[in-house]
């Protein structure tokens, strides 16, 4: 039997390092491999059918955490939590700090004061890194958490035992606190009651900051869900009745009203109207549907009815597969995260042995007790290396969050990874470059317009053929008597006759009933020298009309390539189409590789030959058709909607089919590294010039607690500067 895969919610993980040891804890049951995201508190495994779910959680919880399958795990300090803790210890803490500080203001017996008002801050306040830290302790591992506690816990003791059983609990006693470590002597020891106290409220205000960024970026997935309508109207027994959205079933008729949200993934069989995709797909534009057309979920209907039949409910519908595939990306690990886990492994403890020994040479140097214990305590706060655990997936969070809104499914940090090398793209032309829809671009005929759009509308009315389809949206622009074909006989793959109004009329290729004369074939040869499609519509055995129809150029795709340009990417057109149309469309926009009647096989052939020059590239296709050639290349796009979202294995899926949302897919996807590569020099530029300092004694603990706290927010919020990019198209 082969692997399944798990997903857990995972609850206490308060730094990277929590998640590498919830990991290793999963990854010791045989037959599991794990990967597990701190920043969205999601652990996802690979594991053999014999492994059970409860042997997982259990691995979990005996390292301390909780964990739950069927739904969110139990999370002990959440947003609100952090919020109580840092107003109560903020409350307490500038009282304490004043007093400290401030010699004028030391009244008798102040410091026993300040000991009342440290204790519940040091103790309860810093409650969520003791308890960390102690289970932790229990399996012989230091995380960030221990390095909090640890300089809480001493510099609290220390106090304490100064104020209980020193000359520094005697009335009268002055002190002012310093910023920086004192070498200055002292007849009674040092109190740091402001230092136990400073360090946990500001690093409480790091959690609470990190912890509400990370809870806004998490919106993107719990908006889209937010999107489905909660009842459908079902049509049973010729009334409308109003069933709940779990309730409906594949193949239920359903009633959409005007302005009212269409609740499944489904076929038009009757009317038509407007829809306004924009929700899910971040079309801007209307999108028109009739009889056959199939509509998404959670879209809204703007004008007239329709009547539905469902195609796919509950987790197959096109937003299920959205959010499913956003979450997988969030929750995904790049490949430099993995490199951060395995430092911040190593580094806590590295940092405790460092400020171990920073204490005991100071000591050795100066003999001054308080001194030692002040830098050691700066070394161990100023180290916590919790912007090096946010610094990656607080942009990947944010990054693909911003990119569902847009319509941009980025699948997980390989995609991302693999953006920046790109320097060719591979395209089709219909549907990429082109909107994919024909339509009418030119008429030459003999008759007046109302009766030749009256002989095409009866003669394709009851066609499904692309072309027949263009040719009555063209029609309706025209008032004319609606009349019903008769013996009508399509003919496949030339065209279509049948009686109209009383006259044997047809319409067709230009070679189906005898090549056209005259100007009608004039007419038809300077449409087909341009690329078109051409149609010859006869009445009475005679040419009428020779209509040209065109794949219209996106309007968006110029300025893609533009940005293309910008990018320093090369783009390159393989298109099943003839020569003359491929490269009428590639000269519009001026690309200069193209390549025409390009098979499934050929696509392959030229990824792999840009490959072996040397070219890292990207493939857009359908997901379906260009199957090969997309798992070929670094980077595959996929254009898509309906089932194929949640069915394509492409990198990137592209709700929006156009050469915008493909620019607008890479442009993020740099955005996003950029934002990742900030993020971790900060975080290790911090760490390298800050554990020097406090060493050296030029930095004390509630410094070093502002800038550590300080790092952690600069990297989320620099994260969240994603969700303003903005789509080239707008």
Not at 219 to 240: D, M, W
Not at 299 to 320: M, Y
Not at 614 to 627: E, K, R
Not at 704 to 728: D, E, H, P, Q
Request: charged share 15%; net charge neutral; glycine share 8%.
């Amino acid at each position: 039997m082969s692997a399944r895969s798990v997903e857990l919610s995972v609850g206490g993980m308060t730094c990277a390092s929590c998640s590498r040891r919830v990991e290793k804890s999963l990854e010791k049951l045989d037959g599991v491999r794990a990967s597990v995201n701190y920043a969205t508190g999601v652990a996802f495994a690979d594991v053999d059918p014999d492994v059970t779910n409860e042997a997982l959680i259990a691995a979990i919880e005996k390292t301390g955490y909780t964990a739950s399958i069927s739904g969110k795990a139990v999370e002990l300090y959440g947003v609100r939590e952090f919020r109580v803790r840092l107003i109560l210890s903020a409350v307490l803490t500038i009282p304490l700090m004043t007093l400290s500080m401030m010699p004028s203001m030391q009244f008798s017996y102040w410091q026993w004061v300040c000991a009342a008002l440290a204790t519940p801050v040091a103790i309860w306040g810093a409650w969520p890194f003791h308890r960390a830290a102690f289970l932790n302790a229990r399996h012989r591992a230091v995380t960030m958490d221990s390095l909090v506690s640890l300089g809480v816990v001493v510099s609290y003791l220390w106090s304490m035992w100064a104020v209980l059983f020193t000359a520094a609990g005697s009335v009268g006693m002055k002190m002012s606190a310093e910023f920086f470590p004192s070498r200055a002597a002292s007849h009674h020891p040092e109190l740091y009651f402001e230092v136990a106290a400073g360090v946990t409220t500001l690093v409480l205000l790091g959690k609470y900051l990190e912890h509400r960024a990370r809870e806004q970026s998490q919106k993107a997935i719990e908006n889209l869900a937010s999107l489905n309508p909660k009842f459908a109207l079902v049509i049973s027994n010729g009334e409308q009745v109003k069933t709940a959205i779990e309730d409906v079933k594949v193949g239920d008729t359903i009633y959409v009203p005007a302005g009212s949200q269409i609740p499944v993934d489904a076929i038009v069989i009757s009317g038509s109207g407007h829809v306004d995709n924009s929700l899910v797909t971040g079309e801007s534009l209307p999108v028109a549907v009739t009889v056959g057309d199939e509509v998404i979920g959670a879209t809204v209907l703007i004008d007239t009815a329709l009547t539905i039949q469902a195609k796919a409910v509950g987790k197959d519908t096109v937003l299920s597969g959205i959010s499913r595939l956003v979450h997988q990306a969030q929750t995904g690990k790049a490949e430099v995260t993995r490199l951060v886990d395995r430092v911040s492994e190593i580094f806590v403890p590295i940092v405790v042995a460092l400020a171990l020994v920073t204490a005991i040479t100071w000591f050795a140097i100066s003999g001054d007790s308080g001194l030692a214990i002040t830098t050691g305590i700066a070394v161990l706060v100023i180290a916590c290396p919790c912007a090096l655990g946010l610094a990656t997936p607080t942009a990947l969070l944010v990054g693909t969050g911003r990119g569902a809104q847009l319509g941009i499914l980025i699948r997980g940090p390989h995609a991302i990874e693999s953006s920046q090398k790109i320097d060719v793209m591979i395209m089709d032309k219909t549907g990429t470059l082109t909107d994919g829809r024909m339509s009418v671009v030119e008429v030459f005929t003999t008759i007046l317009p109302a009766e030749l759009w009256q002989i095409v509308d009866s003669l394709e009315a009851s066609s499904t053929h692309p072309i027949a389809s263009s040719l009555r949206t063209h029609a309706r622009k025209f008032e004319f008597t609606k009349e019903t074909a008769t013996k009508v006989h399509t003919v496949g793959g030339s065209g279509v006759q049948g009686i109209v109004a009383g006259h044997p009329c047809a319409l067709g290729s230009p070679k189906w009933l005898g090549a056209p004369v005259g100007e009608f074939a004039q007419a038809a040869e300077r449409f087909q020298a341009r690329g078109d499609s051409v149609v010859v519509v006869y009445r009475d055995a005679y040419a009428v009309a020779v209509i040209a129809l065109a794949d219209a150029l996106d309007p968006s795709a110029t300025s893609a390539l533009a940005h293309l340009q910008k990018l320093k990417i090369t783009p390159i057109v393989a298109s099943g189409d003839n020569q003359v149309a491929v490269e009428k469309v590639s000269q519009q926009l001026g690309i200069a590789q193209y390549f025409a009647n390009s098979s499934p096989a050929a696509k392959l052939e030229l990824v792999t030959a840009n490959q072996n020059d040397g070219h890292f590239l990207a493939m857009i296709g359908d997901g379906i058709n260009d199957a090969a050639a997309l798992a070929k290349a670094h980077l595959s796009l996929a254009m898509g909607t309906g089932a194929d979202v949640a069915a394509s294995a492409a990198d990137i899926v592209l709700l929006r089919s156009t050469m915008a949302a493909a620019v607008d897919a890479i442009e993020l996807s740099r955005a996003t590294m950029r934002t990742i590569k900030i993020n971790l020099f900060w975080a290790f530029a911090y760490n390298v010039a800050a554990i020097p300092l406090a060493m050296l004694g030029l930095l004390g603990p509630v410094i070093a607690a502002g800038a550590m706290a300080f790092s952690s927010v600069f990297v989320v919020t620099n994260s969240l500067r994603l969700r303003s990019f903005k789509s080239i198209a707008g």
